[in-house]
T-cell receptor
Framework: AQSVTQLGSHVSVSEGALVLLRCNYS??????LFWYVQYPNQGLQLLLK??????LVKGINGFEAEFKKSETSFHLTKPSAHMSDAAEYFC?????????????FGTGTQLKVEL | ETGVTQSPTHLIKTRGQQVTLRCSSQ?????VSWYQQALGQGPQFIFQ???????GRGNFPPRFSGLQFPNYSSELNVNALELDDSALYLC?????????????FGPGTRLTVT
């Protein structure tokens, strides 16, 4: 079974500061990895994904994440936070072995951006 | 390109009642997944439909059932509602072709059970 752990249910940063949201996964084989963002009263929007190839992936809104197999991690970063980044962020995994692409989500990290 | 739509946006039901939630998938997508997101939690996989057949199910009781129609739209039905069924229900569509792995989510239906 796959699982996702997001360290820190709440993260607060100053505008212009580095954003680092942590995600570790547990899987018998390297899964596909995703970060989604959820704004209040909205659905989930895909930020970025890792399937194969380059381990540093770039997404929308200046976010990027690096897949580190040895650390079973897929941390999300953004060099400079903007007020509009305040939202909830979810890390998710899905199997890479076919049979559908069910997503297993972490419990989420609420990002607060302060002036 | 039309995104994933869900109806209704909000719903209030009484314990023991039945509810049907609806989802229209994104154009060109043949797979629909349903997720339950309780307050303060990450979404939990309920089940997935591919070409009108259930294609995987999470740890939810049989009173959660679904349908997918020939146009790939979908319904989630919940019988004998319980208070713990109060949640945001998310529908996501995806394509099984071209090696695409992304799921595109709708805005969700907020279900409140009293």
């Amino acid at each position: 079974a796959q699982s996702v752990t997001q360290l820190g249910s709440h993260v607060s940063v100053s505008e212009g500061a580095l954003v680092l949201l942590r995600c570790n996964y547990s899987s018998s084989v390297p899964p596909y990895l995703f970060w989604y963002v959820q704004y209040p009263n909205q659905g989930l929007q895909l930020l970025l994904k890792y399937t194969t190839g380059a381990t540093l992936v770039k997404g929308i809104n200046g976010f990027e994440a690096e897949f580190k197999k040895s650390e079973t991690s897929f941390h999300l970063t953004k060099p400079s936070a903007h007020m509009s980044d305040a939202a909830e962020y979810f890390c998710a995994v899905s199997p890479n072995t076919g049979g559908g692409n069910k997503l297993t989500f972490g419990t989420g990290t609420q990002l607060k951006v302060e002036l | 390109e039309t995104g994933v739509t869900q109806s209704p946006t909000h719903l209030i039901k009484t314990r023991g009642q039945q509810v049907t939630l609806r989802c229209s998938s994104q154009s060109g997508h043949n797979t629909v997944s349903w997720y339950q997101q309780a307050l303060g939690q990450g979404p939990q996989f309920i089940f997935q439909y591919y070409r009108e057949e259930e294609n995987g199910r999470g740890n939810f009781p049989p009173r959660f059932s679904g349908l997918q129609f020939p146009n790939y739209s979908s319904e989630l039905n919940v019988n004998a509602l319980e208070l713990d069924d109060s949640a945001l229900y998310l529908c996501a569509s995806s394509s099984s072709s071209g090696g695409s792995y992304e799921q595109y989510f709708g805005p969700g239906t907020r279900l409140t059970v009293t």
